[in-house]
């Protein structure tokens, strides 16, 4: 499946799931809006961390996220290879894998 129809599949997922939990979606929601709004950092700045922290976790549709994310941020695929990299620093082996899988990602959502 390529990175954008895992991302189409996974909002369809979650709209499923917001209308069975709304409340606990909402809350969700606005956690996500509180911790990624421009302060110290940028909203830019916290999406890099955000997938550096998803390729560790190892959270492959957090990957396709934030990755989608940054491309709309203007983030050149140099820039989420560098994350990629801290990533790996803190990972090991499994954030190796996933840091292959996150320059995939980028590529096939920017082509």
Same mark, same amino acid.
Do not use: W
């Given at each position: 499946? #390529?990175?954008?129809?895992? =991302?189409?599949?996974?909002? !369809?997922? $979650?709209?499923? @799931?917001?209308? &069975? /939990?709304?409340?606990?979606?909402?809350?969700?929601?606005?956690?996500?809006?509180?911790? #990624?709004?421009?302060?110290? =950092?940028?909203?830019?700045? !916290?999406? $890099?961390?955000? @997938?550096?922290? &998803? /390729?560790?976790?190892?959270?492959?549709?957090?990957?396709?996220?934030?990755?989608?994310?940054?491309?709309?941020?203007?983030?050149?695929?140099?820039?989420?290879?560098?994350?990629?990299?801290?990533?790996?620093?803190?990972?090991?082996?499994?954030?190796?894998?996933?840091?292959?899988?996150?320059?995939?990602?980028?590529?096939?959502?920017?082509?």
């Amino acid at each position: 499946m #390529s990175a954008k129809d895992d =991302l189409d599949h996974k909002r !369809k997922q $979650l709209r499923n @799931l917001r209308k &069975a /939990i709304p409340e606990t979606f909402a809350g969700f929601v606005a956690l996500e809006q509180a911790a #990624s709004k421009d302060g110290a =950092l940028t909203k830019r700045e !916290k999406e $890099l961390v955000s @997938l550096g922290m &998803a /390729i560790a976790l190892r959270c492959e549709p957090c990957i396709n996220s934030h990755v989608s994310a940054l491309i709309r941020l203007d983030v050149t695929r140099e820039e989420v290879a560098e994350i990629a990299g801290t990533a790996i620093q803190m990972a090991g082996g499994p954030g190796l894998m996933y840091a292959g899988k996150t320059l995939e990602v980028y590529d096939d959502l920017t082509d």
